[in-house]
């Protein structure tokens, strides 16, 4: 599986955007780039995903480099409940029937602050 | 739209015993996913099923794990003679597969803890 690279974690402040970086360099050109984050005592939820095209949706934006070999996940105005891990994945969804799991690094830690 | 439950939130149990755990996921979704997560780690993928087929298995789903969906709805996994190295937050997820559109619904987990 291709891999990605998130900084261990971040800072931001309450009610600012945070843009929140993922590199995935050896991406291929089937991989669509996925982005779940998991609350505290939560299980992992769905943020967004893209293959080529920025993204929009009501949680986030996903911007996607021209080359693919980086993504930023943007919270337009952050609140203490986007506090979380948020993960960054690649998924080859080409291979129908084959191996499809989401394989999730470590993620990367948001903090919130007041 | 309950949500994929899983049950039972926390099992303390000691070495070499059995458990069990139960997983409902959303209402016809298709496809059911175990994942397995130690502290400070992202989750790790074991097993999925679509309807009642076990699809793929990961290699760290040793003999004794067994996971099964009976006729396509709810899921349990099995640990036998559980190992210290067993515990961890084992999360259940569900989706109406739609090939690039698939978003995974977890549940909240039940956390394992072998004495």
């Known amino acids: 599986d291709a891999k990605t690279t998130q900084p261990n974690s971040m800072e931001s402040n309450e009610e600012e955007p945070v843009h929140l970086p993922c590199n995935h360099s050896?991406?291929?050109?089937?991989?669509?780039i996925h982005w779940y984050r998991q609350l505290p005592s939560q299980g992992p939820e769905y943020v967004i995903h893209?293959?080529?095209s920025n993204v929009n949706n009501r949680m986030a934006s996903l911007a996607i480099a021209e080359d693919r070999k980086s993504s930023t996940l943007i919270l337009h105005r952050a609140t203490l409940r986007d506090a979380a891990v948020y993960y960054c994945?690649?998924?080859?969804?080409?291979?129908?029937?084959?191996?499809?799991?989401?394989?999730f690094g470590k993620g990367m830690k948001l903090t919130v602050n007041p | 739209d309950t949500g994929v439950s899983q049950n039972p939130r926390h099992k303390i149990t000691k070495r070499g015993q059995n458990v069990t755990f139960r997983c409902d996921p959303i209402?016809?979704?298709?496809?059911l996913y175990w994942y397995r997560q130690t502290l400070g780690q992202g989750p790790e993928f074991l097993t999925y099923?679509?309807?009642?087929?076990?699809?793929?298995k990961s290699r760290l789903l040793s003999d004794r794990f067994s996971a099964e969906r009976p006729k396509g709805s709810f899921s349990t996994l099995e640990i036998q003679r559980t190992e210290q190295g067993d515990s961890a937050m084992y999360l259940c997820?569900?989706?109406?597969?739609?090939?690039?559109?698939?978003?995974?619904?977890f549940g909240s987990g039940t956390q394992l803890s072998v004495l």
């Open positions: 997820a569900s989706s109406s597969y739609r090939g690039t559109n698939e978003k995974l619904f």
């Open positions: 050896t991406i291929s050109g089937t991989d669509y």
């Open positions: 893209g293959l080529t």
């Open positions: 994945i690649l998924r080859d969804l080409v291979t129908q029937g084959g191996s499809e799991k989401l394989v």
């Open positions: 209402s016809e979704h298709n496809r």
């Open positions: 099923f679509q309807n009642e087929a076990q699809l793929e």
